[in-house]
């Protein structure tokens, strides 16, 4: 049974905190309840739930018991934007051989980096499409996207072109009409923890930890045009299981996998 979720606002509401907080509340269909100075700690034992915090210029999303919240930022996409706009080579654009234009179906979005990169790549000619399982995820990247300032970091902008959409990977892919993308992505949570991605330690506890299936392969598959692409921790059986060629990166720990149609 999935804990339930409330919608809060800062210790000091304002007026935008508070339009915040009932956006929130009429976008996911949950209940709103008074900050009355308690804090979310206490909150989210009293409520036996999740709290989601509607501040006044972003969304916090406190799973109960989590020792940090999730928000979105564009976190390590920004760097890798601006090495991709110096002409240097990402690891996934590379694997998933990216180019102007193309269509992308990120399965994993999570905090969204794989896709704003995809979206810079992809350019306004191209089609980039995020799924997100957990609903509260969703919701808090969606508006992230659309509202984050990128006058400090102009290259992000590209965010404002991506699509969101709350569902679990298989149930959307199912919808979709055979070779509905160029390249379908999928990053589920890794079986094991890489201690260097502390910056995700939110989103772990936030997100869905869906396992690779061979119906999600298989659909994946049919959806793609040209190829669909794994990312993984670099133990996972899921490369040979499911019979992606590995992209081997003898520095990092996780590998990407792919499985061409032609």
Not at 31 to 58: L, N, Q, T, W
Not at 248 to 261: A, E, L, Q, V
Request: glycine share 6%.
């Amino acid at each position: 049974m999935r804990r339930i979720t409330v919608v809060t606002t800062g210790g000091r509401p304002d007026e935008m905190s508070e339009r915040l907080a009932e956006e929130a509340c009429e976008a996911l269909d949950l209940d709103f309840v008074p900050r009355k100075k308690r804090s979310v700690a206490k909150m989210g034992k009293e409520y036996d739930a999740h709290v989601i915090v509607a501040g006044k210029d972003r969304y916090e999303y406190y799973p109960k018991g989590a020792p940090a919240p999730f928000f979105f930022h564009p976190n390590s996409a920004a760097f890798r934007l601006k090495r991709l706009d110096r002409g240097e080579i990402d690891p996934m654009v590379a694997v998933c051989e990216l180019t102007q234009g193309d269509s992308f179906l990120d399965c994993t979005l999570g905090i969204g980096s794989d896709s704003l990169v995809a979206a810079f790549v992809a350019g306004q000619s191209g089609k980039v499409v995020g799924v997100e399982a957990n609903p509260n995820v969703a919701f808090i990247v969606e508006k992230g996207m659309q509202t984050y300032d990128t006058t400090e970091l102009p290259l992000t902008a590209c965010m404002r072109h991506i699509k969101v959409i709350c569902s679990e990977a298989v149930t959307y892919l199912k919808a979709l009409p055979d070779h509905s993308f160029d390249v379908v992505y999928m990053d589920p949570m890794f079986e094991e923890t890489i201690e260097e991605s502390n910056n995700f330690e939110a989103l772990r506890e936030a997100g869905e930890h869906l396992a690779l299936t061979k119906e999600w392969v298989e659909e994946a598959v049919r959806v793609a045009k040209r190829r669909v692409v794994l990312k993984a921790h670099f133990r996972s059986e899921w490369f040979d299981k499911f019979g992606f060629q590995r992209d081997i990166r003898p520095t990092s720990k996780f590998h990407y996998g792919y499985i061409d149609k032609e």
